[in-house]
């Protein structure tokens, strides 16, 4: 099973050899057609499947109708065939490179790439701050509205949602060592507890899984949220991966493109308005707006088409403090969303810069999680359904107005944040709700000057004698802690007319995983040191959230190297023997100068594109490790 977190890709075109010179009276040379193999071969994602395993893929059709008869072609040609969504024009495979070569001579097929996936973002008195608590007492709470939030369920029987949970659907992805989330435990499942967080596939070591999606919802359109009368749309498009070289831990959830496609289709189909779609989630991080690229096509489309229908997609920019969005928040027609804190200032965690278009409230925001309780987290994961839920305030306001123009207002009534990013003036505003809807005067900007989050402190340096364990299990996670325990201050919540009793639970401001700021660059040797335990300087927590940024970010690792832990990176690194090894660890060293704060990924990009080739030759990996080694001096 090899899965990819969302990533970059390029189209490379083949140049047509002509049929002959040219005469006078025939003056456009005629190209001879390319061999069928050519054009497959053009049709397919480079480096898909090139580690020699199987891999799960989307083969993109002509149209809807051939989805069966490809299917079963490929069926017949035995190729898994492991999802025919029905009405789709794509189909989900997981084939060798030689069997999706095949597949892809078939005329019917427009292109195949990986099916990639999305990590939720990650998650640690916000109603005030955003004049929300004004627009309550106006009457304004997001009745006849709804928000869906696409993530990883929702505890149902939860006091913060009441009867307002109005449709629910499961898209989940499956697979050899993946586990579907729906309740009936296929790949898809529609109607009432479809995407019931609460089921025993969300359980892991008596902590639940799935708890991301009812704190997500909570904010958006829960009790103690924005729009404490919309209603809640949610659909659980996550599913459990059960690897530790994949997930860093035995389990964890991931989001396939698949399964977020059909959500995608799933709301533009409703007949209730829905004010807003709500994405906490992400992949990797982009310094431009990426709407050209392979992911953005596929993606935009869909969001053009909610747009149309008079629902926004309110996207997390990310939390790696980061000068961009991460995918899919960088596509210009979705809302991006950045954190702030309660004292209006850019959260240290939070991306930022002109892919930014709003920033709300991420840090120690109070919410519902399963079990009936709530607890406190921190991320671009909070702040984004803040936005999703002062959507359905300003629909409900104004039924007849346009949502692009709804969501132009956030933006030029929100109070201004002015500060620098990839080295110009950036103006981003922060969600400011009651100005809004009263049409108030823009609040004085506020200068900002972005500041990283602390590192942890260095570790007890000393030499160690033996490599790392491929999956040591004493790492320490990165992620938040899923117990609710008992706050003595929780963010004050605004009076409604419906009441609740809920068991308070204690602030767990979650570590969030960033790039560093030392943007030092260090060759091999020194990263050898550094990742080989307990003979550095850089925590091994640090060192595994490196990994983690890489992985998003990069094909090479841990698609083809599966250096997913810091063991397999320390043999990564050493391991200069061939000329492929040669420029893995070469392009290891430059991502991990990357993740510690340097900035550029062009050279690495193109150096990649030559470790993807199915044959490279040794002088093409002997130019491209050349090349990668003059960015980390």
Known sequence: MRLRHLIVCSTVLAVLPLAGPAYADDPTPTPTPAPSSTIAQDKVEDGLAADGGAERAIVELTEPAQN??????????????????????????????????????????????????????????????????????????????????????????????????????????????????????????????????????????????????????????????????????????????????????????????????????YVAGLTQPVAAVNLSLGGMVSETECDASEEGAIFKPKIDALLAKGTATVVAAGNEFFEGASYPACITSAVAVGANDGSDAIADFSNRGALVDLFAPGVDIESSVPDNVTTVYSGTSMATPHVAGALALMKQAAPQTAMPDLINTLKTTGRPYVYQANGTQVTTPRLDLAAALAGATTQPPITQTPVAPPEPGPTESGPSPEPPDDNPSDEPSDEPSDEPSSSTSPVPLPTVTVTVTVTPTPATTAAVCTRGTAATKMPAKTWAVEIHRSSGTIPDATLTCYLKLISKSSKVFPELTKASSLGKAYRVLKNTKTGKGKLESALLTAWLNWAHGTNGTTTLTAAEKVRLSSKPSAAALKKATKDILKTVK
């Open 68 to 265: 069966e008869p490809v299917a079963s072609q490929a069926a017949a040609e035995s190729v898994d065939v492991l999802l025919r969504p029905q009405n789709q024009s794509f189909m989900v495979v997981e084939g060798t490179a030689e069997e999706l070569a095949k597949l892809a001579e078939d005329p019917r097929v427009t292109s195949i790439h990986r099916d990639r996936t999305y990590t939720p973002a990650d998650v640690s008195p916000s109603l005030k701050l955003i004049g929300a608590d004004q627009a309550h007492a106006k009457g304004f709470t997001g009745t006849g509205q709804a928000v869906a939030v696409l993530d990883t369920g929702i505890d149902r029987d939860h006091p913060w949602f009441g009867n307002r949970i109005v449709a629910e659907a499961c898209f989940s992805a499956v697979e050899s060592g993946v586990e579907s989330l729906c309740p009936n435990g296929q790949p898809e499942q529609i109607g009432a507890g479809a995407a019931d967080a609460m089921t025993a596939k969300c359980l892991a070591g008596g902590a639940n899984l799935c708890d991301h999606g009812t704190h997500v919802a909570g904010i958006a359109a829960g009790t103690g949220g924005v729009a404490p009368g919309a209603g809640i749309v949610a659909v659980q498009v996550f599913s459990r991966v059960n690897d530790e070289d994949v997930c860093g831990e035995p389990s964890c959830l991931l989001a396939f493109e698949s399964s977020l496609r059909l959500a995608m289709d």
